[in-house]
């Protein structure tokens, strides 16, 4: 079986989530609601014999990747092919508190995988068309927003999915653009912000189309809009004691779940309450003050990690 994607942090988070029960040798489940091929699953899996885990993920085509990959554990493993979110609110609401995660594990975004081997117009390297579904019975594509999103609403997407410098003038050239033909595939898309962006800028270490990339796919799966009800989901679904972990890839997300957890450890606001002055009662406690990252040796032995970030919180 082969896969493309390395896991990140694989050491950090087997520290950060291990909990009491599994340090102790006890039965302990995972949610591993980003399966993808199931790198981190395979980690955790390996290493704690006592582990049940479900492994959760939108994309019905990675998902028997990992099917295929994590075999060897048996029933150890079960698939839950979907949305983490719907997966999470339904464990929360139907589940007795004894049978509820104690890990769950959040590996945002998308894998290596989607940008090799997807062919769904992820990666601006590509000649394929302009898709970007995670979950491809969803809509719309990336294509039918650059076809049907106002010139504003462009701009705004780029602006605030991927804080796109030069949103404006991306936003003009593809209205422009379509006027002529439809945008379709990955290529066309690459060589419009190319011709977009100022000359000064087109050499630079981050190719001029990624942010355009990164924010079309954000806006087609929702990832941003989705992040805090996810989060909440994933919080409530936990059982006492039991702890979250979340890998980012960017600021904008990184942030969202920053403040999340802070509000979850302070009882939000300043941790008192404006009313009565009087301590709120706390969620959690912080495992991880600031992020995480890779070490040297991992950012140099898979390139994307670097901008990896992990955060981690026990359920109080
Ligand atoms: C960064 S990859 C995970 C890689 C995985 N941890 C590994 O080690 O192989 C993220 C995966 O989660 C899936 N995904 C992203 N957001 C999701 C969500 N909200 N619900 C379900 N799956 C999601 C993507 O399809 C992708 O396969």
Redesign the pocket.
Same mark, same amino acid.
């Not at 959760?56 to 994309?59: G, L």
């Not at 979907?82 to 979110?85: E, N």
């Not at 590996?107 to 894998?111: A, F, M």
């Given at each position: 079986m082969t =896969?493309v994607?390395t896991?990140v942090l694989p050491e950090e988070l087997v520290r950060f989530l291990a909990t009491e029960r599994l340090a102790a040798k006890a039965e302990e489940y995972m949610v591993?609601? =980003?399966?993808?091929?199931?790198?981190?699953s395979a980690v955790f899996l390996s290493r704690f014999p006592n582990l049940q885990v479900t492994g959760?993920? &939108?994309?019905k085509e /990675?998902i028997n990747v990992a099917r295929e990959r994590l075999k060897e554990f048996g029933g150890r493993i079960e698939f839950y092919r979907?949305? &983490?979110?719907d997966f999470l609110s339904r464990l929360g609401a139907g589940e007795a508190p004894g049978t509820l995660p104690g890990i769950i594990l959040l590996?945002?975004?998308?894998?290596l995988?989607?940008y090799q081997k997807g062919d769904r117009g992820f990666s601006f390297r590509g000649t394929e068309a302009l898709d970007m579904r /995670?979950d491809t019975e969803s809509s719309p594509s990336a294509a039918e927003i650059l076809a049907s999103y106002s010139e504003a609403a462009l701009a705004d997407m780029l602006f605030f999915n991927a804080e796109e410098r030069y949103s404006r003038r991306i936003a003009r050239a593809v209205v422009e653009a379509r006027r002529r033909a439809a945008i379709s595939d990955a290529c066309t898309l690459e060589r419009l912000v190319w011709e977009a962006v100022p000359a000064a800028c087109r050499h630079r270490r981050l190719h001029p189309a990624t942010k355009t990339f990164q924010a079309l796919r954000v806006e087609v799966?929702g990832?941003l809009k989705?992040l805090p009800g996810?989060l909440r989901s994933a919080f409530s679904a936990l059982r006492p004691g039991g702890r979250l972990g979340v890998i980012t890839f960017n600021s904008l997300e990184d942030r969202i779940v920053k403040n999340f957890f802070r509000d979850r450890a302070t009882g939000g606001g300043n941790g008192f309450s404006r009313l009565s002055g009087t301590p709120i009662l706390k969620e959690a406690l912080l495992l991880t003050v600031k992020p995480v990252t890779p070490s040297r040796k991992e950012a140099e032995a898979n390139p994307p990690s670097r901008s990896a970030k992990l955060r981690a919180l026990e359920k109080l």
């Open positions: =896969t994607h896991p591993d609601c =980003t399966l993808g091929e199931g790198g981190h959760v993920d &939108a994309d /990675i979907g949305w &983490a979110q590996d945002l975004g998308v894998s995988y989607h /995670i799966n990832e989705k996810l």
